[in-house]
Structures are given as structure tokens and as C-alpha cells.
């Protein structure tokens, strides 16, 4: 999620931004767990509900528990940073460069996400099955946070473009609006030899798409009068949901869907492909440790039953059993 400003008492309540929202994250982590390679994926199998539940607990730290130290590691505001050559390689880098005020205001997503998975590694070389799940589940939600554009901007929801709104609108409206046509079935995990490089090409490419969906939202908008953009009820008042975001009308989401050209649907499986990547990067660099002993073999065998009915229906490209929450 990216910095959202849910601040209680005396400042009122602001606008919550919800990154991927709570259908994207369940479906990047769960499909993850589909695309890894066996045996690493009988384990995660036996635990996919925790896994796919678990995505979005960074998001409840954030607003749930107000944790402050939470914000910071859904995002990074690329053009507050300079040139790009001139970024930290690292966290500790980062904060002999920057003092925690501006590194709490910018964010520090990529040098986080190089920590966990370093404590990932750590954690299956121990085989120290909680911690594997956790951070695991932890790690696919940031990394479903970097394939979000706007998540590398200072314009975060377009409020420097007068198009403020459209964060939520990106990440959570559309995705659980048209989100039952996508495909969730990617290619297997693949080991990343360089785990640094990998996080910020990513980084980088969804910064890249920044502009781009910008542009397109605007140029939809001028086919709209004010009053035709968010969706009202019967008395006319503009509609929000439960973190008080506003809802687009359907008839502007649909077009911004369709000019977007698929663009929220491949961002969100480039979520899954490198959500699993990482995983299964982390496995194998910390000895490809046997994970069978870690479950009963009863619960394996059991699980077993249903595994290859839910292995066929992901190679169509559906997950069984999602009933996500809505946020929209």
C-alpha cells in the first residue's frame, strides 16, 4: 500500500489508498504458490490459505495497528531521490545518506524488500517453518507493490495532475471489477542470480509506466463531464467505500480499462512471476533445504487429494476458492 495518511483524532480522517487492494495481493500470493517448482511447492501447498490470508497483513499493521514504522515500505517517491545512479545500493546506505525523516516521507520499498529477502534466506536455511511462511507472505505484498507505477512517484494518486483518485481506482477497483477475465497462470519460478539487480529493474519498470498511465486517465477524462467521473447514489452524493476512497462510475472504469489495454492485468501477474521467483531464489540460496519433515505427513497426504483439481484449474488460469473481500 502506498503512503495513504489514515491519521485519527484531532487531523480528522484522509483518504486510504489500497495497494492491489485485498483481491490483488490474495491472488499474487496464492497463484505464487502455483508456480512454484516441486518439491519446494508441496510445502507451500500445505499452507497456501495462510500464504494467500497473510498478503495483505502489511497493509492491517499500516491502518489496523497504526504501526509507524510501516508506511515507508510500500513505496518509493523515485524523483525526490536524484539521479538514478546516485541511489543507495542498500538500507544502511540509504540511511547514512538520508536522515529517517526523509527516508519516512520518500520510502524505502526496494532496500526493504533486499532485507526480507535476506531474512528469507536465513529462515529456510534454519528451517524455521513460521518464519518462512511470514515473511514470505510479507515479501509477495511489497513486491505486488512495486509493480504498481504510482507507487514510484511523488504523484502517488495523481494529485499533483489533478487526477486524484486514481490510485485506488488503478489497483482496486478495476482489478475487482474485471479481475475474474485475467489469467492467473504464469511460467514456473525461475532462480534470480542477482537479486539486487532484479528488484530495482522492477522498480524501474513500473516507474517507467508512470506516464503512461497518467496520460491515458487524463485523455479518458476528457471524454467526461465532472459529474460523470464518480459514481453517486440516488441523492446525487458521490459514493465512497469503507476507507473513504470514491468510486469511479462504471462507465468511467470501463474506459479507462479499455484504453489502459490490459496494462493492471500484466502488471499484476509480473507480481506473481517475481513473487515466485524470489521465493524460490531464497530456497536455493540458502541450500535448497528439504522442507517435507517441516508438515505431518498426514496433513501432505491429505492436502494431496485436492492438489492436482487445483494444479489443472491454475494452468487455465483460475484459482480455486476466491471469494476475496471487497474493498470497492
Known amino acids: 500500500m502506498k503512503k495513504t495518511f489514515f491519521i485519527l483524532g484531532a487531523f480528522g480522517i484522509s483518504s486510504v489508498l489500497i495497494s492491489w487492494g485485498i483481491f490483488g495481493h490474495e491472488h499474487i500470493n496464492k497463484s505464487s504458490v502455483m508456480a512454484l517448482p516441486q518439491p519446494m511447492q508441496t ?9 494467500t490470508q497473510e498478503s495483505t497483513v502489511p497493509d492491517l499493521r499500516k491502518y489496523t495497528l ?9 513505496f518509493i517517491d523515485l524523483e525526490n531521490y536524484g539521479a538514478w545512479d546516485s541511489l543507495p545500493k542498500t538500507m544502511k546506505e540509504a540511511k547514512a545518506k538520508y536522515d529517517d525523516k526523509f527516508l519516512t516521507s520518500n520510502g524505502i520499498l526496494p532496500w526493504f524488500m533486499e532485507e526480507m529477502m535476506e531474512k528469507l534466506t536465513k529462515a529456510f536455511k534454519e528451517k524455521r517453518k513460521t518464519d518462512i511462511l511470514f515473511i514470505a507472505a510479507d515479501l509477495g505484498h511489497y513486491m505486488g507493490d512495486a509493480h504498481m507505477p504510482l507507487h ?3 504523484n502517488f494518486d495523481g494529485q499533483m495532475t489533478n487526477q486524484k483518485g486514481i490510485h485506488a481506482l488503478w489497483e482496486a477497483q478495476l482489478p ?3 479481475g475474474n477475465t485475467y489469467s492467473f497462470n504464469v511460467p514456473e519460478a525461475k532462480f534470480i542470480d542477482n537479486v539486487h539487480n532484479e528488484i530495482w529493474r522492477i522498480i524501474a519498470a513500473s516507474n517507467k509506466l508512470k506516464d503512461s498511465l497518467l496520460t491515458i486517465d487524463n485523455e479518458v477524462r476528457k471524454g467526461f463531464t465532472e459529474d460523470k467521473i464518480l459514481k453517486k447514489d440516488a441523492e446525487g452524493k ?7 476512497s470514491t468510486f469511479y462510475s462504471d462507465e468511467y472504469a470501463e474506459k479507462l480499462n479499455t484504453a489502459l489495454k490490459g496494462m493492471v492485468e500484466r502488471q499484476l501477474r509480473k507480481s506473481i512471476i ?8 531464497a530456497w536455493v540460496n540458502a541450500g535448497k533445504p528439504d522442507l517435507t519433515d517441516l508438515d505431518s505427513p498426514e496433513l501432505t497426504k491429505r492436502n494431496q487429494k485436492h492438489y492436482q483439481e487445483d494444479l489443472e484449474l491454475w494452468k487455465k488460469g483460475k484459482l480455486y476458492g476466491m471469494d476475496s473481500e471487497k474493498d470497492f
Not at 510445502?43 to 500464504?51: A, E, K, L, R, S
Not at 497504526?66 to 510500500?74: K, M, T
Not at 458521490?238 to 473513504?244: I, L, P, Q, S
Not at 517475481?274 to 524460490?280: A, F
Open 43 to 51: 510445502f507451500f501447498y500445505n499452507h497456501i490459505d495462510y500464504v
Open 66 to 74: 497504526a504501526d509507524r514504522l510501516e508506511n515507508p515500505r510500500h
Open 152 to 154: 514510484t512517484s511523488a
Open 238 to 244: 458521490v459514493v465512497k467505500n469503507k476507507f473513504g
Open 274 to 281: 517475481d513473487v515466485s521467483n524470489l521465493w524460490y531464489t
Open 176 to 178: 475487482e471489477k474485471y
